[in-house]
């Protein structure tokens, strides 16, 4: 896909998983179009007919691994999925890009620190046994303490990427 000379902004997140996922995909890269950014979205990225299930996912991942490095910046749908943490496929891209040295604005719904969305004891252990840790942050400190912001919706993020990517 030629590249309309914006910055490319990798769009990560478990969108890929909705019901709607392409339509979804399209009104994010619209968003990010409005704001002067192209988005890259991973069903931009074709999978040939006929690979067996563990080859169309090496197939997806080295494109997506391919996108995450072409791009300047990445808008990261941070949101709790399937429990209290964000997708496991997005943290990892989210740390390939910091890795990389790429930008990455999050959004998810404010709903507090960790310790406040994350049921606990009086010691801050969980229902599992296992501390809840404390550093009044909304996400995991290897997410918070690494991206270049955050946002409460895709709209608030792609604007304020844009701005961060322009200054």
């Not at 979804?24 to 979205?41: I, M, N, P, S, V």
């Not at 080295?62 to 496929?89: Q, T, W, Y």
């Not at 252990?125 to 909304?138: I, K, R, S, T």
Request: negative net charge; hydrophobic residues 45%.
């Amino acid at each position: 896909m030629p590249s309309t000379g914006k910055p490319l902004v990798y769009l990560a997140g478990f969108d890929v998983f909705r019901a709607d996922a392409i339509e979804h995909g399209r009104a994010l890269k619209a968003l990010c179009d409005q704001h002067g950014l192209e988005g890259l979205y991973p069903f931009d990225n074709d999978v040939p007919e006929g690979l067996t299930h563990e080859e169309a996912a090496a197939v997806i991942c080295n494109a997506n691994i391919a996108m995450i490095k072409r791009c300047d910046g990445v808008l990261a749908n941070l949101n709790a999925f399937r429990g209290a943490e964000p997708d496991s496929g997005t943290a990892f891209e989210v740390g390939m890009a910091v890795a990389l040295g790429k930008p990455v604005w999050a959004y998810f719904e404010a709903s507090g620190s960790l310790r406040e969305q994350i049921e606990h004891d009086a010691a801050g252990f969980d229902a599992q046994g296992f501390q809840v840790e404390d550093f009044d942050l909304p996400r995991n400190l290897m997410l918070a303490c690494t991206w270049a912001g955050s946002s409460e919706t895709a709209e608030q993020a792609v604007e304020a990427l844009a701005a961060h990517l322009a200054g």
